[in-house]
């Protein structure tokens, strides 16, 4: 079709799902400014990327060579070793076990039955289809080396003494003749494999191919560190062209490199038998015909990892590839120098998988034999004599060498521009190849400014980038381009900060694959649960700290659940009483003075909490982090705020008390949408909308983001709260584990503390924790011991590493502490006691203290506090746990019915003598529970609903007063 209708192809392709990106991108809440985009194939993208490679030049960073790469023979071109890591998968490969026959003893060994026709070195192999251009053999100089009697066939083999046990079972099997160092075998020679190539065992002939001297032909044995006995016979077959260390090995030799393969990877006319199939499909053949000529001596499978193309997914080949490079290598020290100047989230990355990388990288191939593509803008004349090259920089060079200032720079249209040779009669014509896309990225910072070209001074004054936020992979990938370039170019890095995301993975564990089917359509899910759902759930998880997670719609419906659905509730909320009372709060009404209410100051200072909270995790990008202080805030503003204001917003009469109530709810609710619009930018835009005076911005994505109103602030406030907090949460704890409903009023809580700040709160607070933990009332106590009685022992764990052998006997010992003594241990005193006349000293962590609850008490201790729930239910208590039950049933009945909140009703109940006795002892409570103006007790109750309470049933009918 020609180079000219495939690039145009491939460009309508790139535009092809623009419209379909853009609406997903933006439904799902994320800020791109699609009318002002890059694209890499815009000419003036890409005359920036000519500018970075011309610096490059300059500074003779980059330079063509040859190395034996990873090579896509599908794609036809070569990977960079960063593209290399991304494409990995576990195969099952065929191994062989090989017999070459021994022609030439080697110099540092006397024996002459070496070569008598049937001694063999073994050699393993994991490609077997690289055995037609093998030329050589390689052991490791100080491995033992055996050579054997095979008693079976009478053969002899030479090998590696630490594998005899892989290719013999019994000792019996075989006699060892001689041991001996890899380093006395150097320079045997042995008879070609096969008879492709072997005329280079002459050295003369390896001489006229290669071009250069050559004093010993192929076919010998070689010594390199690299070679191990983990597997196969501790002598590796060498096929220099295939092979990054067979390539090592051969350097300098003089045999000329054999690559009987074209460029896609199948075998040309050299190895006729195979010629024109694709080399790894030759696999079976080449071992059935080395059994056949009695050369095979095992053959196996392993499973191993092997890499593949990350594009088309094809196995890769190793070979040797001229290509075009990035100094890397020499280089490590400036990378490592501008990795220090990153902070990456998570901070493991900088020192380990990015900076282990870095250290270890090599010089970066950058040219790939494609046609869509950046081309490398190198022209080289044409007079072999000459080969002059010229890197141009931009399109006003070239158009000064040429004359021609070309509007697109793609491959079809600046291969046909040429120009003289200034230094011989020669034309210079642009190198065939393009560049690595990884390139383009890399050059991203530069290029979509049109620097140095356009935004000069723009670009100087944001570069380097903030931050920036790819998958953990990129850190041999994009992470990688970006720092090499922007080191070598700046001395410094590209970017500041580093979001690393980890691999969403099914919920089964796999990757997501459409084949599979195991998993939900994107844009399904978004439509199912919003995109501020999805959002929280992977940005509160593991996998923006470089983690898997396993996606779910149940995950993401939990994040609606525990998350979302409570948050509007109480945004709900608010907005429903704010509505009746006809109330506009400004936010402005604390701007001179301070709540009058502690729950209010307190729910001021905490939302100043969470603007500090928020905003220093994001400072840090620390991206989880930063939605804990949110969803906390949100458990409290639910959970404590509005649960222990309700009554305040419920009562008829506007006093000053309610309205210190609704501005100090809608400041938190107002605050919250702003601190959390970065995540939820829907919701907070629905919220935050509703809430606006006419002096604040239209969205709330056009307001600064918040700071803390430092006159807000009060931490004592905030221990107070906390302090309560606990004992009621310690409480709840109780009735959780003993199956105390909260709906059931008891007897009392005990409480005790050693710390007296924490006692005073307490004391305070008392209502409040009489209310919170429905009990009649809360009683203080000096010394745990009241509740409790003590019982220590010893922690072995502790002790036994001091004591030793005493630890039996510190044991008993311990085991007859008075409650006196354990109590002083509690209390931070330190007690000696005697084991067989040594002192022994004690203290809180060498003494475990159990605790033996008294009476009816539930007992629970958490550091300085202990709380005691008197668990015994009186008759009247149980009733009146019967009465609070009902009343839940009514209020869920009333919305149920879709009642405003202010309705008033009548109500129908009836049940057993118990409960009757119950609504007679409670009935105006109900009533004022319930805004009930009428509750008649009928014996038998029709068309009604029933509502448990324990093992009774309430029957209920309600309507509208």
């Keep these: 079709m020609g180079i000219d ?5 491939c460009r309508a392709s ?16 994320r800020w791109v400014d699609f009318d002002n985009d890059y694209k890499t194939m815009n000419p003036e993208f890409m005359e920036s990327i000519w500018w970075v490679a011309k610096s490059l030049w300059d500074k003779n960073l980059i330079y063509e060579g040859k190395y034996i790469l990873p090579y896509c023979p599908r794609c036809s071109t070569v990977l960079s070793t960063h593209e290399l890591a991304q494409g990995y998968k576990d195969v099952q490969d065929q191994t062989v076990t090989v017999r070459f026959k021994i022609t ?39 491995i033992d080396y055996v050579k054997i009697l095979d008693k079976a066939s009478g053969d002899y083999y030479i090998f590696a003494q630490a594998r005899l046990s892989a290719y013999y079972k019994n000792e019996d099997d075989y006699q060892i003749i001689y041991i001996r160092k890899g380093k006395d075998f150097v320079g045997a020679e042995y008879e070609p494999l096969f008879p492709y190539f072997a005329e280079l065992s002459d050295a003369k002939v390896c001489a006229e191919k290669s071009k250069q001297k050559c004093e010993k ?14 597997d196969g016979t501790g002598i590796v077959h060498i096929a220099p062209a295939f092979g990054e260390e067979d390539h090592k090995v051969f350097a300098g030799s003089g045999v000329p490199e054999v690559e009987p393969i074209d460029a896609e990877c199948k075998f040309t006319k050299e190895v006729s038998d195979y010629e024109g199939r694709f080399v790894k499909d030759c696999d079976k053949d080449i071992m059935a015909r080395l059994k056949n000529e009695g050369k095979l001596v095992k053959r196996d499978t392993i499973v191993h990892s092997y890499p593949h193309c990350w594009r088309c997914g094809s196995p890769l080949i190793y070979r ?110 642009r190198i065939p190849e393009v560049f690595d896309c990884w390139f383009e990225s890399g050059s991203m ?50 970017f500041k900060n580093c979001i690393v995301n980890g691999i969403v993975l099914a919920s089964d564990g796999r990757k997501m694959s459409k084949s599979l089917h195991n998993y939900t359509d994107p844009v399904e899910a978004i439509n199912k649960f919003g995109a501020d759902a999805i959002r929280l759930f992977l940005m509160h998880s593991a996998v923006v700290k470089a983690d898997e997670i396993r996606y779910s719609d149940d995950g993401v419906r939990e994040i609606l659940k525990s998350i979302l659905i409570p948050w509007w509730n109480s945004y709900s909320f608010f907005v429903t009483y704010a509505n009746i009372d006809k109330v506009t709060p400004t936010g402005h009404y604390f701007d001179s003075k301070l709540p009058s209410n502690p729950l209010d100051g307190w729910l001021l200072s905490i939302t100043q909490k969470l603007i500090s909270d928020v905003s220093q995790a994001l400072d840090s990008y620390d991206l989880s982090a930063a939605i804990d202080p949110i969803v906390k805030f949100i458990d409290e503003l639910n959970n404590w705020y509005i649960r222990r204001s309700r009554r305040r917003f419920w009562k008829s009469e506007n006093d000053t008390d309610k309205t210190e109530a609704y501005e100090s709810l809608y400041v938190a609710l107002k605050t919250l949408s702003l601190v959390a619009a970065p995540f939820v930018p829907f919701i907070t835009e629905e919220m935050y909308l509703n809430l606006k005076t006419s002096e604040d911005k239209e969205s709330v994505h056009l307001c600064d983001y918040p700071v803390p109103n430092a006159d807000w602030i009060n931490k004592e406030l905030e221990f107070k709260m906390e302090t309560v907090q606990k004992a009621v949460s310690m409480g709840h704890s109780l009735r959780n584990q003993f199956n105390l409903k909260n709906r059931q009023p008891l007897a009392s809580v005990a409480l005790v503390t050693r710390n007296s700040e924490e006692k005073r709160v307490l ?47 510190a044991a008993q010992v311990i085991a007859t502490l008075t409650s006196e003594q354990i109590q002083s241990i509690l209390d931070g005193t330190k007690l000696s006691i005697e084991v067989s006349g040594n002192e022994v000293e004690l203290d809180s962590e060498k003494v475990l203290v159990e605790r033996l609850e008294k009476d009816d008490l539930k007992v629970l201790n958490d550091g300085t506090l202990t709380v005691g729930l008197d668990s015994k239910v009186t008759d009247e208590l149980k009733k009146e746990g019967y009465v609070r039950d009902l009343i839940r049933g009514i209020q869920n009945q009333r919305k149920e019915n879709g009642y405003n909140v202010t309705d008033r009703i009548k109500i129908k109940l009836s049940g057993d003598s118990d409960l009757q006795n119950a609504f007679t002892m409670f009935e105006d409570f109900i009533a004022n529970e319930t805004l009930a103006n009428k509750i008649e007790w009928i014996n038998l109750l029709e068309n009604c609903i029933e509502v448990d309470c324990d093992d009774k049933k309430w029957s209920l009918f309600i309507e509208k007063a």
Excluded at 5 to 9: C, L, P, S, V, W
Excluded at 15 to 25: A, D, F, G, Q, V
Aim: hydrophobic share 35%; with cysteine; proline share 5%.
């Design 763 to 809: 004391a305070e607070m008392e209502e409040c924790i009489r209310e919170e933990l429905n009990v009649k009332k809360v009683e203080f106590h000096d010394r745990e011991d009241e509740l409790v009685e003590y019982k220590a022992k010893a922690n072995f764990k502790v002790l036994g590493k001091e004591l030793g052998p005493l630890m039996k006997q």
């Design 104 to 142: 030439k003893a080697p110099d540092a060994i006397d024996d002459k039955e070496i070569t008598n026709g049937n001694t063999y070195f073994l050699a393993w192999t994991t490609t077997p289809w690289t055995l037609p251009s093998n030329l050589g053999l390689c052991m490791g100089p100080e």
């Design 217 to 230: 032909g192929a076919f010998r044995m070689f010594n390199a560190d690299y070679v191990s006995t983990e």
């Design 5 to 9: 209708k495939f690039n145009e192809a």
């Design 14 to 29: 790139v535009l092809r799902y623009t419209s379909e990106w853009r609406k997903t991108i933006t439904r799902m809440g």
């Design 445 to 494: 910072p530069y290029a979509q400014q049109h620097y140095p070209f356009e935004n000069k001074e723009y670009f100087e004054q944001h570069f380097p980038a903030d931050f920036i936020s790819e998958g953990l992979d990129q850190t041999r990938g994009w992470f990688y381009t970006l720092t090499i370039l922007a080191s070598h170019l700046f001395d410094k890095p590209a």
């Design 320 to 429: 040797g590839i001229g290509s075009w490079f990035v100094r890397v290598a020499d280089h490590h020290e400036s990378l490592l120098k501008a990795n220090s100047q990153i902070a990456w989230q998570p901070s493991h990355i900088k020192e380990g998988r990015f900076g282990k990388w870095l250290a270890g990288s090599r010089d970066w191939a950058v040219s790939r034999n494609r046609y869509w593509g950046n081309p490398i803008p190198i022209w080289r004349c044409d007079n072999p004599e000459c080969k002059d090259s010229v890197c141009v920089g931009s399109r006003q060079e070239l158009k000064e060498l040429s004359g021609i200032y070309p509007d697109d720079l793609h491959k079809q249209f600046v291969d046909k521009i040429t120009f003289p040779c200034k230094k011989c009669s020669g034309t210079m014509r």
